[in-house]
């Protein structure tokens, strides 16, 4: 969500964006989301610690939450209703940040009058965009997957470890096509390789 805040920043207040970005609320920003994910963790891993646990084998490839309820003899009603609470809760807060981030950054780029400058931000916000919503995907989907009977397990696990394939792998890959000099070399290397083949 920080980078959200400073691209919003950057984009729509430029003028202010050296006092508003200070030090000082830099710290604030990162501190409270760290504190946030501390404390969703620990609320939601703690509300575990009271069950006994019945089974010993993790289906799931990654250790998420779900996968270790179904360790649990009992107890995974109330176990799901908070752990879905903080999907919500979680989820939500960052897809609104987005959404209101990047509402008001459309908005600042359609009414700029400068060509130039609205390309470029344009072009920064939708590969960033393209990114954090792969990366929301790949988080989400195997948490609640985890509640349905419907969702075949190996797909679950497919989707669980690419979060830790595709954002590493795309990222180099949407920025580094951005970058001209890049995009020109692999041009070039494309041409040379065509005309030696014939």
Known sequence: MYLEYDRYIAICCPLRYGAIMTTNNLVKII???????FILITVVFSIL????ICQTHMTDLVCYKTALMKLLCDGTEVNNIVGLSCIIFYHGLSLSAVAFTYIHILITCVTNKQSDAKIKALQTCG???????LLEFNTLFPSVAHRSEFVPAFLRRVVSISNFVFPPLVNPLIYGFKTKEIRQKIFTRFKNKKISSF
């Not at 610690?49 to 006994?52: D, G």
């Not at 590969?127 to 919503?133: A, E, G, K, P, S």
Request: cysteine-free; overall charge positive.
């Open 127 to 133: 590969t960033h965009l393209v990114v954090f919503l």
């Open 31 to 37: 501190t409270g989301m760290w504190l946030l994910n």
């Open 49 to 52: 610690v009271p069950y006994r």
